[in-house]
C-alpha cells in the first residue's frame, strides 16, 4: 500500500458539525456505515441551490465511493445500501422516495431542521423536487475527468514502468469518459484488475461504442468470444 503524501497547504477542507464528532462519530461501529456517512457530508458541502440532497443513483456513480465499499470481494451496491440504511437509521441523514413519470429514486439530506422542513414541505406538495434539476458538485470537489493513473493507483494499486506504459498507450486510444466508466464497471463486479479493465475497453471498441455505433451484443457469441476472467494476468476462458 503506498503511503499518503500529505495534505498540501491549502487544501480545500469539508466542515462537519462539531455534534458528530461527539455524538456520533463513538457510537458508529460500521466501517462502511462511517464511510457512507462522512462521503455524503462532503458532497453536499459542495453542492449548489437551496435544496442539498444525493441521490442513491448518484452515490452509486460515484468511483470514489464505490471503490472504497467494494473491499474484501464484497458487493458495494449492496454495502452502499446498507451503510445508507444504517445512517438513516441513526439518524444522520434523512431519506425521501420520490417517484416521477414512473420512475423512483431515493434522495439522502443531512438531518437538520431545514432539511426536515424541506422534505415535509415536500410530502405535503408544497415543493416539487423532482422538477428541479438535480444540484451538481461544484468541479474541484467533482471525481470526473481523472487521469488514467490515477484511476488505476485509486482502484488497482502502484503503478509499475510496464503498467503505466500501457495505461499511456490507452489514454490516447479511448476515450477518458470511456476509461473511467471501465473502471467503475470493475470496480462494480469486484475485478480490480488493468487486463479486466483493458478487455473491457476492447469490447465496447469492437463493439463501436466509441463511435456512436453500438447497438449492443449480439445474441449469436462464437467460442471464442465465450466470457473471459482474468487470472493472475493470464486470459482464461469459462466453460460453458
Known sequence: MAAFQGFPDFAKKT??????FSSILPLIDDLVELKVTLHVFWLLVWKKGPYRFATAKELGADLDLMSGLALEEKDPAKELSRGLGRA???GTLLRLDLEKNGTGDELYFINTPADQRVIDQVRKGQIDLGAMPKAQPLAEAASAKRTIFELYERNIGLLT????EELKEAETEYP???IEEAFREAVRLNKRSWRYIQ???ENWQEQGRFSGKYQGRSQKVRAD???REYKGGYIVKRRG
Not at 466542515?15 to 458528530?20: R, T
Not at 514502468?161 to 503505466?164: C, G, K, S
Request: hydrophobic share 55%; charged share 20%; no cysteine.
Open 161 to 164: 514502468p510496464l503498467i503505466a
Open 88 to 90: 438513516v437509521a441513526r
Open 225 to 227: 468470444e465465450q466470457p
Open 176 to 178: 477518458a469518459e470511456f
Open 199 to 201: 478487455r473491457i475497453l
Open 15 to 20: 466542515p462537519l458539525p462539531n455534534l458528530f
